[in-house]
């Protein structure tokens, strides 16, 4: 079973730009996340999406956005691009999580963005 | 500021030693979950134990939960040097709307 898909795999990119991350979680997984990990900020939850729906927004600016279509792949756009938003970009997905006990997040390898 | 919080920050072991990682976090949890990252890549899923469980098994790993103590641990027994790593982890805390929760990670190095 292919696991969680992330595209491009490196990305560099100048201030002022924008950026567009892909993910496709595992076949059956409704739930996608996004992650980021910058150097020496650790791992930051940035946004859940469900059955297309933002469930949950992380402490970051709103140009950074993004969208969960149908076949629940997903996007991460950032927009106006900033030198602190280079870091690595993890995409994580789960089943549609039950109340109250949540599920096991299976995470990709990731999109490196290197901003200039 | 980060719910869970690793100890040791590094550690240096000889293979076939037991490696024993812990976390301490600060509200109540859903759930802990342990993943494992090799040189800034992606994450790695091990274990996820819920807040009524209190031990759970997988092969050469073992993870505790603490409630009471807000606190969790991972023990690799026999370790190898493909261990070498760094081990997150991450809570699930109540109300938190499917939002993990990093610690800063243990980065373990294991020695043949």
């Known amino acids: 079973e292919a696991g969680v898909t992330q595209s491009p795999t490196h990305l560099i990119k100048t201030r002022g730009q924008q950026a567009t991350l892909r993910c496709s979680p595992i076949s059956g997984h409704t739930s996608v996340y996004w992650y980021q990990q910058a150097l020496g900020l650790g791992l930051q939850f940035l946004l859940w999406y469900d059955e297309g729906e933002e469930r949950n927004r992380g402490n970051f600016p709103p140009r950074f956005s993004g969208r969960q279509f149908p076949n629940y792949s997903s996007e991460l756009n950032v927009n106006a691009l900033e030198l602190e938003d280079s870091a690595l970009y993890l995409c994580?997905?789960?089943?549609?999580?039950?109340?109250?006990?949540?599920?096991?997040?299976?995470f990709g390898p990731g999109t490196r963005l290197t901003v200039l | 500021s980060q719910q869970g919080e690793e100890d040791p920050q590094a550690l240096s072991i000889q293979e076939g030693e037991n490696a024993t990682m812990n976390c301490s976090y600060k509200t109540s949890i859903n759930n802990l979950q342990w993943y494992r990252q090799n040189s800034g890549r992606g994450l790695v899923h091990l274990i996820l134990i819920r807040s009524n469980e209190r031990e759970k098994h997988s092969g050469r790993l073992r993870v505790t939960l603490d409630t009471s103590k807000k606190s969790s641990s991972l023990l690799i027994t026999a370790s190898r040097a493909a261990d070498t790593a760094s081990y997150f982890c991450a809570t699930l805390f109540s109300g938190g709307y499917n939002k993990l929760i990093f610690g800063a990670g243990t980065r373990l190095a294991v020695h043949p």
């Open positions: 994580a997905s789960s089943l549609t999580t039950t109340s109250g006990g949540g599920n096991e997040q299976f």
